[in-house]
């Protein structure tokens, strides 16, 4: 089955600093979503981004499905992006399940 | 728009008991997805029913079992619980006619003891 691995598994950063989380998937994926699930364990969706470039505040992300990649920028970093971050994907064949990375723990430090 | 509603928030029980967990979808989805997320795995997926069918199970024994009603809640039913059933579980919607995407609720972690 497609394999989603991500880097690094954990981060420490200081308040303000800058980050990029990767992921990669082994197979060609339908589509690509990115979670921040909070320390109360609620999985947010941050960015559906099967392929291209998304920018939302402070975040953004790129997909370059070809290369099989896809990289979430964070920027100016706030204790509030503390947390576990996701990259999900879905294969072409099927909408049965989504695939989930094992994640990269964020913790932000003021 | 409301969003994926879980219940209850935790719920603790013991071993050999039944647990029954609770999702409604965001109004007009069809698809509900269960998920187990155990403390410090990853998530995995459960069940996924359709209009009403089942459509796809992972790898759980068969006393992790559920349905979706005609309004599209699902119900999660877990029996003869175990001690590692202790997890985070998470439901997410979705409208397959839309696209894929997920949403997901705040999920209800169950403790058993």
């Known amino acids: 089955g497609i394999q989603v691995e991500q880097s690094p598994p954990d981060l420490i950063l200081q308040e303000g600093a800058n980050s990029t989380l990767r992921c990669n998937f082994s197979?060609?994926?339908?589509?690509l979503q990115w979670f921040h699930q909070n320390p109360w364990g609620q999985l947010i969706n941050l960015f559906y981004?099967?392929?291209g470039t998304k920018q939302n505040g402070r975040l953004s992300a790129t997909t370059v499905a070809t290369e099989r990649y896809s990289l979430l920028y964070i920027s100016s970093s706030q204790t509030t992006d503390s947390g576990v971050y996701f990259c999900?994907?879905?294969?072409?064949?099927?909408?049965?399940?989504?695939?989930f990375g094992p994640g990269t723990s964020l913790s932000v430090i003021p | 728009e409301a969003g994926v509603t879980q219940s209850p928030t935790h719920l603790i029980k013991t071993r050999g008991q039944q647990a029954t967990l609770r999702c409604s979808p965001i109004?007009?989805?069809?698809?509900v997805y269960w998920y187990q997320q155990a403390l410090g795995l990853g998530l995995q997926f459960l069940l996924w029913?359709?209009?009403?069918?089942?459509?796809n199970r992972g790898n759980f024994p068969p006393r992790f079992s559920g349905r979706q009603f005609p309004n599209y809640s699902s119900e999660l039913n877990v029996n003869a619980l175990e001690l590692e059933d202790s997890a985070l579980y998470l439901c997410?919607?979705?409208?397959?006619?839309?696209?894929?995407?997920?949403?997901f609720g705040s999920g209800t972690r169950l403790t058993v003891v």
């Open positions: 997410a919607s979705s409208l397959i006619s839309a696209g894929p995407g997920y949403t």
């Open positions: 197979d060609s994926v339908n589509n």
């Open positions: 981004i099967p392929s």
């Open positions: 999900a994907v879905m294969m072409k064949t099927s909408y049965d399940k989504v695939i």
């Open positions: 109004s007009g989805h069809t698809s």
């Open positions: 029913y359709d209009e009403g069918e089942e459509r």
